[in-house]
């Protein structure tokens, strides 16, 4: 299992992106799908993600901005990210709670795709 990650680059502040992530390989069954932000010098954070009931969950910096959708059939998560802040500048990275051929959920992570905003 992998999982691809694009859309990322530098943009203005105020602009927008979308960041995309798919996956691919032996997946069964997704749980979980989300996105996470490490700026410099600071920890892993969660952005927003799909929890295993279908549920959303936004941290508090971007709600109403930030809008976390997906495509189950082809196993990709968006993120589409409006009002860009210099503060929401990072590496995003994607990640996805999968069922392949162990048969139990484990999770996987994006390679990274980094976000530049300008002020």
């Known amino acids: 299992v992998q999982l691809q990650a694009s859309g990322g680059g530098l943009v203005q502040a105020g602009g927008s992106l979308r960041l995309s992530c798919a996956a691919s390989?032996?997946?069964?069954?997704?749980?979980?799908m989300g996105w996470y932000r490490q700026a410099p010098g600071n920890q892993r954070e969660m952005v927003a993600e799909?929890?295993?009931?279908?549920?959303?969950i936004y941290a508090d910096s971007m709600k109403g901005r930030f809008t976390i959708s997906r495509d189950n059939a082809k196993k990709t998560v968006y993120l589409q990210m409006n009002s860009l802040k210099p503060e929401d500048t990072g590496l995003y990275y994607c990640?996805?709670?999968?069922?392949?051929?162990?048969?139990?959920?484990?999770?996987?992570w994006g390679q990274g795709t980094q976000v530049t905003v300008s002020s």
């Open positions: 990640r996805m709670v999968i069922v392949s051929t162990t048969l139990e959920p484990r999770p996987y």
């Open positions: 390989g032996r997946v069964f069954a997704i749980n979980e």
């Open positions: 799909f929890t295993i009931g279908g549920s959303t």
